[in-house]
């Protein structure tokens, strides 16, 4: 029974940090099962939703429920979780090594630091507003109304768990930056900078994982996170109607 408590123990744990990191439900509840069916238990259960796991050894052992939260965008931890989840079904990795080594995941910071987000995002921003038929005297507009934009988001979310809140902010300071540009005549077309410096912030791989959860017929996922990706799509979209409400 200790055995099987702690094999419990790691698929819940990588479980938790491809959920926390972004990874989809499906792909959380497969590599579980792998893991569990590598170390010998054959019947296994898990049950994943974008806030929690239940997880159990057999049909009628007790389970194990992880309730997650604060999930965000980190494709380097899931890789990694696969990459180990890969090794344990070849037999290179006992159960106490991989429990190490997925703590050292979960412990691993390694998002890239604020200021490289930043700077990626106005970088990002110029190039959408380019590619969306954009002029290159709206270039560097949108670069700098995306990345203060940006930095707004993530000042914010460090303070408020709500990330719809950030993302209402965050567009709201991006169209009135735009406004002021073009009213000053350092721009040209304010649709082009707006939409090119709201893009960072849209829920691109929230939509992928929810038409994928949906695809793969976990149908309680797929409308929860498709929930989630219109309200922030909302939120955004308000930010910018009510700066151009006022116009």
């Known amino acids: 029974m200790e055995n099987k408590l702690f094999i419990a123990r790691v698929c819940t744990l990588a479980g938790k940090i491809m959920l926390k990191c972004g990874a989809e439900t499906y792909r959380v509840e497969d590599t579980m099962n792998r893991i569990a069916s590598a170390y010998g238990l054959r019947n296994a259960q898990s049950f994943v939703t974008p806030t929690g796991i239940n997880f159990s050894t057999g049909f009628a052992d007790p389970s194990n429920t992880i309730r997650v939260s604060g999930r965000t965008t980190d494709l380097q931890k899931i890789a990694e979780v696969n990459s180990i989840s890969r090794k344990i079904d070849e037999g290179d990795l006992d159960a106490v090594e991989a429990f190490r080594l997925l703590k050292a995941i979960e412990k691993a910071e390694l998002a890239f630091p604020e200021w490289m987000q930043i700077v990626a995002a106005a ?3 110029g190039c959408f507003t380019i590619m969306f038929n954009g002029t290159w005297i709206d270039f560097l507009p949108a670069c700098i109304a995306g990345g203060i934009g940006y930095a707004v988001v993530l000042t914010i979310a460090s303070m408020i ?6 993302d209402f902010f965050g567009s709201f300071v991006i169209a009135l930056l735009a406004v002021v540009f073009i009213k000053t005549g ?26 994928r959860d949906l695809m793969a017929g976990h149908l309680l996922s797929g409308m929860s996170k498709g929930v989630e990706a219109l309200l922030t799509a909302f939120a955004i979209g308000s930010g910018v109607a009510i700066v151009l409400a006022f116009l």
């Open 123 to 125: 970088l990002l921003s």
């Open 186 to 211: 350092l721009g040209a077309e304010m649709d082009k900078i707006i939409i090119g410096a709201v893009m960072p912030l849209v829920p691109g791989l929230l939509i992928t994982n929810a038409v």
């Open 161 to 166: 768990e709500v990330r719809l809140i950030a």
